[in-house]
Structure formats: C-alpha cells, structure tokens
C-alpha cells in the first residue's frame, strides 16, 4: 500500500475467520462497532482465498481450530507467499500452553489471544496492530521514494585518466573527450557556463 494515504479504519478491512457462529457473529458486531471493516468466513481454506481476492485485508484473526485447513497451517501459507503484502496475524485460541503459543508464533502469528477474551483486550491489540501496519507503511513509502531518487542518479566511478595541460579525459575506450561531454554522457548532469572569479579578472580585466 506504499503511495496510498496513511492506513485507518476506513481504509483497513480485517478477517474474521472463526467456525462457530455465535463467536463468529459476536467478533463481527464488535469489529464493526470499532469502525472497522470485516469479511468473516467459517473456515481455514475461505480464509486462505480472501486476501487473494481483498488486497485491503490487513489484519487477520484466526481461530486456531477450523475445518478444511486449521488456523496455523494458514498462517504458514500467508507468511510463505511472499508476493502478498504483510497480513498482521492474531491468532484467536483455547490453547493456553506455553507450547501451543510458541507454535502459533513460529508459524508466523504476530499476536495471540487466549479465549475466551476480553472485548477491550481485542480492541487494544487491534490497536497495536494498526500501529505496527503504519509503521511498516510509512517504511515502505521511504523506500520506495529512495529508489526513485537513486534511478534518477547515474554515479562516476572507478579510475579516470585527465589530461593534465588541456585536461581532457579519457573514456574506457581509449577515446579523449571534454570533461562536460563525458560528464553528460554518463550521469543525468546538465551544464552552463558561467565564468569564475580567477577567469573573470583573467580575462575581463576591464
């Protein structure tokens, strides 16, 4: 989303993806009242499709245990399709051992809440995701402006034979130029001339 305007609700959608209706339908409500926009599916292969198809899916919480595909193994295959921008993965969980959080977060997830879970502790992670997103927003705008300013920029490198009477250098191959034609030619400079002081009183004395 590099270019675009800084990441909001507005334009942020979140994927629910849960197998039990009522949780389902309770995590919708509440996501919609925070203001932000949701696409909910009630299995691990939906959930693997939708980002293919919503490239403003930002954020993702995934219930751990769905059928068709369980929710680590979709966040193995988010974080292994590298042509995907980044999805914040929070995964949404009964298991509460140390084992099991190690796992989800080896396979890829970027949080994890314990169910069942508090709505303000959702909200609050939510808003660390969002903070984190900007953050990586931000970084790819900065990146994607330094390299336009470095296709822009042709740099002279490397040892450079000049002529020390008339100061004329010479090319790669073997050909005696000016220094303004094989400055132009290879770099994006443009000249003018102008006169210096030294010259000026040199040859201007008037």
């Given at each position: ?38 696409i ?6 939906a959930a ?81 995701a ?22 822009q ?54």
């Amino acid at each position: 989303m590099s270019g675009d305007k800084p990441l909001t609700k507005q334009n942020l959608t979140i994927l629910a993806a849960e197998d039990d209706f009522v949780s389902r339908r309770i995590l919708e409500k509440n996501l919609e009242k925070w203001g932000y926009e949701v696409i909910s599916v009630d299995n691990g292969a939906a959930a693997l499709a939708e980002p293919e198809k919503q490239d403003s899916i930002r954020i993702a919480l995934l219930d751990w245990m769905m059928p068709e595909v369980d929710g680590l193994e979709v966040c193995r295959r988010v974080r292994n399709n590298l042509n995907s921008h980044y999805i914040y993965i929070i995964m949404l969980t009964a298991k509460d051992r140390k084992e099991d959080i190690s796992a989800g977060l080896e396979a890829g997830a970027d949080d994890y809440i314990v169910k069942p879970y508090q709505q303000v502790e959702l909200r609050s992670r939510l808003l660390s995701a969002r903070r984190i997103l900007e953050l990586e927003h931000r970084l790819a705008e900065k990146i994607d402006d330094l390299e336009e300013a470095l296709s822009q920029v042709k740099m002279l490198k490397g040892f450079l034979p000049i002529c020390s009477h008339c100061k004329n250098v010479r090319d790669d191959e073997g050909y005696w130029q000016s220094v303004e034609i094989f400055v132009h030619e290879h770099s994006d400079a443009v000249f003018s001339h102008s006169v210096c002081p030294d010259c000026l009183e040199k040859h201007y004395p008037e």
